[in-house]
């Protein structure tokens, strides 16, 4: 079965880390890949991106200095570092992939450019 996995998501005080993964079954994780979060009453936001090549990554305003995203190819996974984590982090985060190749070295933080998903993974920060 071909799918993405996201895991890590969890509960974590205000100022805490978290490193959140997405694992690619059934395919090779050779695509753009986004990562998004979503939380209740809100529409989705577009985090962070990594290209498939040439290192192309982009980041939300709002998560810039805090946020890292990085791609481990001998573990077809992609992972997001979050530091310095606030309650406004709180969502259900995914990651998609560009399985149709629209994205070429490079990547965007539009939801709309990707079209295969994971099912999510829930951060909460609160005290």
């Known amino acids: 079965q071909l799918q993405l996995v996201e895991s890590g998501g969890g509960l974590v005080q205000p100022g805490g880390s978290l490193r959140l993964s997405c694992a690619a079954s059934?395919?090779?994780?050779?695509?753009?890949i986004g990562w998004f979060r979503q939380a209740p009453g809100k529409e989705r936001e577009g985090v962070s991106c990594?290209?498939?090549?040439?290192?192309?990554?982009l980041y939300t305003n709002s998560v810039k200095g805090r946020f890292t995203v990085s791609r481990d190819n001998a573990k077809n996974t992609v992972y997001l570092q979050m530091n310095s984590l606030k309650p406004e982090d709180t969502a259900v985060y995914y990651c998609a992939a560009d399985r149709d190749r629209v994205l070429f070295r490079r990547c965007v933080l539009q939801g709309y450019e990707y079209d295969y998903w994971g099912q999510g993974t829930q951060v909460t920060v609160s005290s």
């Open positions: 990594i290209s498939n090549s040439d290192g192309a990554i």
């Open positions: 059934g395919f090779t994780l050779d695509y753009a």
